[in-house]
Every structure is written in structure tokens, then in C-alpha cells.
């Protein structure tokens, strides 16, 4: 017990250990299929406590990763025998609606920031699952329902605070470390130091409701699946900018081949079915048109999330139309899921609108041309077939790349080789640099980390 206290000298916070009963419950990601086990866990009540485990970490040579909502689909955010740190405690919102800026901690997830801008009338660029943290969400870009309306969740950051490899306080944004804002601005996930703080300019609020859209086809096939996807291509061109959606192509365990979308269209939902119409040509089409408040859709959407899911799941960025064979192709990925999935699907994430309004040099995130997101996923829950589940998902990620250019850092895949390349693009080379300048000695590394 000595020798421990001594080598926890230092550290501030809660601190959890291998020899502590919650250690389990403390070290588990919210994809359960992640098994890591860290040497130490620190739950940050402020920026001290962070300062510290930062300090102490590198006193000791001990590798460090950063933790806010644990939702890293590779599990980076954890790791064997490291220290993390984990901010979901410093999670204090502040709303000045005379300049409608949101500030917050960096540990505050979506489901908080929402409560707080809905229950005062405006509306937040956030993800959709409510235990994401908006810092990892915003730091990789950040697509969400309002992304081609308000932009990425990126383009509204005005600032962000962080604790660097001494464990000193800076700041960064267009006018202060303007190089380090402009990384963060897609790729400061884990990367440049700890943020402890976020502000963002919000919309000014209006009374405008909002359409959460969903739409599904009864009686799905291959070829229905294929068909869809073509209209799908020939339509996100002309989009009406007010309308994000995700369409999934999926093969679900007791249910077997399916088509669904949902999004959000900020109009009525009259506007929304004449918008949709090209997809209502192909039989057994079936649209839910739900008029109300942006909070009251973003907690409809919320209540569609389990607790925590046993998956695989990555993305690319799509930058072209696909002829009849490749689209195809792409159907056929879901036609014969792994043994012990309960879903397997591939997602279409729409781009365009504000999204690619911002210059790809502008900020970190380079693939602002993109058309879509293609993503491919498997959904598990006994472990036993985990490993069949992951190599279903890495074989079919091979085709997907090869008619894709560049990957979603925010829906990463291990072992991508030239992965700084694959996520930033053309701006690689620009974000090793500031790497460099504000983390000279890589104290904030991981597996995918800039180097």
C-alpha cells in the first residue's frame, strides 16, 4: 500500500487503479468489444488535476491517453498499462446569449450541451448519440443531423483551451496560436495536448421547427438496395442545403435485408415528402414525417441509442458517381453478414451544403468536396464471434477503399497504412509540423497519432 501511494504521488482527481472494485466499470470504452487495461485512470475534477497527471505521466515515462465520452471506435482513448485521462467530469456549460456563444468544459457530451441550447431556443452543429463528448466529435471535424445547414462541428469553434506536453494553460483560436486552432479544426483528437475547454458561436435562436425525417422501404432486396443507392447518388447533388440525412443498407438478424434514413430538414414536413419524392418512386416506400422542436427531434434521435453496443465500424469519403456494377458491389457487401451479427450494414452520410462551402486548406479537415460518407459496420454481442465480426468488416473495407479517397478520422480503422496521409490529405504534411511545434516531444501519442 506504501509503495503505491508512493507511485501515485502527484496525481490529483479521483484516481483508479487495477487494485480498485471499480476498475472494470471505469476502463470500459462504449464500444464494449475494446478490452484494454490501463495502468491508471484519473477522473479530472479541474484543469489542475489535469496539469498533474499530465506532469506525472511524463515523471514516469508512462504513455498517456485522453478520455471524454469513450466513444474512439478503435478504443484509442484507452489503452494497456497507460494513464488516462479522463475529463468527462469537467463538463460546466455557460451560455451567453447576448453574443450567442456556448463555452464548455471539455468534458460535456451531447445530451448536455442540447438540454442546455434547446431549453433556450437554439440549436448546436452536435452529433447524435447523447454520450458522445463534443470535444472528440468536434476536434475530428463532427457530422451530424445539422451539418449541411450549420456546417461541421468545427466550423462554429471560436476557441479551445488546452494543456500542452509542460502542462501549461494555452490558448488557441484565429488570432492566438492561430496554427494550432486551425489543426484542431479536424484532427486535434488526442493529438497537440489536453483540451479542457470549448467555445463556439451559435445561430441566433429562431421559432423554426424542425422535420425529423425518417424513411424505409417494406420488402428490400440486392437489387432494391442497389437501386436506392443510385438514387441517392444522383440526388445529394441538388439537395435542399436544410437536409441531413444517413442512409443505411443493412441485413439484420431476424429481419434480414432493409433499407432506413433519418436526418433532420429544417422546414415543414409537406416541404420535406416533395424533397424526398425520387426515393418514393421505387415500391414499398414508407416516409415518418415528424414536425416539433430541434431539442424534442434531437431527443427522439437520442432515444434510439442503446447504452453500449460490441461493434466494428469505419468510414471513407466518397468523391464520385458509381456506375450500375459498382453500386452492385456495394449491396453485396451486406448479403452475407458474420456469424453472430446482429446487424451488419453500409451508411451513406450526406455531405455538401456549408460543409463544403469552407476551403479544404481552411481548417484541418481536408475532404470538404467530399459528396458523402461511405461507412460499413458490424454489430455484435457475444464475444466468442468478435474476431469473425472484425475480419467480415476489414475485408469488405479493401473494396470500399479502393473506390473511395481518404478516411473519417472520426470513424477510424486500425492498420490503415499512410493513415496521417488517408485522414488530412493534402494537409499532412502542415499538421506534422504543428505537431511538432507544440508537442516537439510526442507526450501525447497513440497508435493513429501525428508524429
Known amino acids: 500500500m506504501e509503495w503505491d501511494s508512493l507511485f501515485l504521488k502527484g496525481l490529483t482527481g479521483e484516481v483508479v487503479t487495477m487494485k480498485d472494485p471499480d476498475y472494470d466499470e471505469a476502463r470500459q470504452e462504449w464500444n464494449r468489444a475494446i478490452d484494454k487495461f490501463p495502468l491508471v485512470i484519473v477522473y479530472c475534477e479541474n484543469k489542475q488535476d489535469v496539469v498533474n497527471g499530465i506532469l506525472w505521466a511524463r515523471k514516469r515515462r508512462v504513455g498517456i491517453r485522453i478520455r471524454s465520452g469513450g466513444h474512439h ?5 484507452i489503452g494497456h498499462l497507460i494513464l488516462v485521462i479522463d475529463i468527462s467530469r469537467l463538463n460546466t456549460l455557460k451560455l451567453d446569449k447576448d453574443r450567442d456563444v456556448l463555452h464548455m468544459e471539455a468534458g460535456a457530451k451531447n445530451t448536455e450541451v442540447y438540454d442546455l441550447i434547446g431549453s433556450n431556443g437554439y440549436v448546436f452543429p452536435g452529433g447524435t448519440c447523447p454520450t458522445v ?11 451530424g443531423f445539422s451539418s449541411r445547414l450549420l456546417g461541421l462541428g468545427c466550423d462554429s469553434l471560436l476557441e479551445v483551451e488546452l494543456v500542452n506536453f509542460q502542462g501549461r494553460l494555452i490558448k488557441a483560436n484565429r488570432s492566438v496560436n492561430s496554427d494550432l486552432f486551425w489543426a484542431c479544426q479536424g484532427a486535434g483528437g ?10 463556439f458561436q451559435l445561430p441566433k435562436p429562431t421559432n423554426s421547427c424542425v422535420t425529423l425525417v425518417r424513411f424505409f422501404y417494406v420488402g428490400t432486396t440486392k437489387a432494391k438496395q442497389a437501386q436506392v443507392m443510385d438514387i441517392w447518388q444522383k440526388w445529394l447533388p441538388d439537395l435542399d442545403k436544410r437536409m441531413t440525412l444517413v442512409s443505411s443498407f443493412y441485413n439484420a438478424e431476424g429481419e434480414g435485408l432493409g433499407i432506413f434514413a433519418t436526418g433532420f430538414f429544417y422546414g415543414s414536413p409537406e ?21 416539433s422542436s430541434f431539442f424534442e427531434a434531437v431527443k427522439k434521435v437520442e432515444a434510439t441509442y442503446p447504452p453500449f453496443e460490441k461493434f466494428k465500424s469505419t468510414g471513407r469519403f466518397v468523391q464520385r458517381s458509381y456506375s450500375a456494377e459498382e453500386l452492385e458491389k456495394v449491396a453485396e457487401l451486406v448479403q452475407n453478414p458474420p456469424e453472430g451479427s446482429q446487424y451488419a450494414a453500409v451508411s451513406f452520410y450526406a ?10 486548406k481552411e481548417t484541418a479537415f481536408f475532404y470538404r468536396n467530399a459528396r458523402y460518407i461511405m461507412g460499413i459496420q458490424s454489430v455484435w454481442s457475444e464475444d466468442e464471434f468478435a474476431e469473425k465480426n472484425r475480419e467480415w468488416v476489414r475485408e469488405r473495407f479493401h473494396y470500399i477503399k479502393s473506390i473511395t479517397e481518404g478516411s473519417f478520422v472520426n470513424f477510424p480503422i486500425s492498420k ?15 499538421l506534422v509540423k ?4 507544440y508537442d516537439p516531444f510526442n507526450v501525447f501519442s497513440f497508435p493513429q497519432g501525428l508524429t
Open 434 to 437: 504543428v505537431n511538432r511545434k
Open 271 to 291: 416541404a420535406a415528402r416533395e424533397i424526398l419524392q425520387p426515393f418514393a418512386e421505387v415500391e414499398g416506400f414508407r416516409a415518418e414525417l415528424e414536425e
Open 351 to 360: 455531405l455538401g451544403g456549408e460543409i463544403g462551402r469552407v476551403g479544404k
Open 190 to 199: 488526442g493529438n497537440f495536448g489536453v483540451v479542457v475547454s470549448l467555445t
Open 416 to 430: 490503415l497504412k499512410n493513415y496521417e496521409r488517408e485522414y488530412f490529405g493534402g494537409n499532412a504534411d502542415r
Open 73 to 77: 471506435y478503435e478504443g484509442y482513448s
Open 133 to 143: 463528448g463534443v470535444t472528440g466529435f468536434t476536434l475530428g471535424g463532427g457530422w
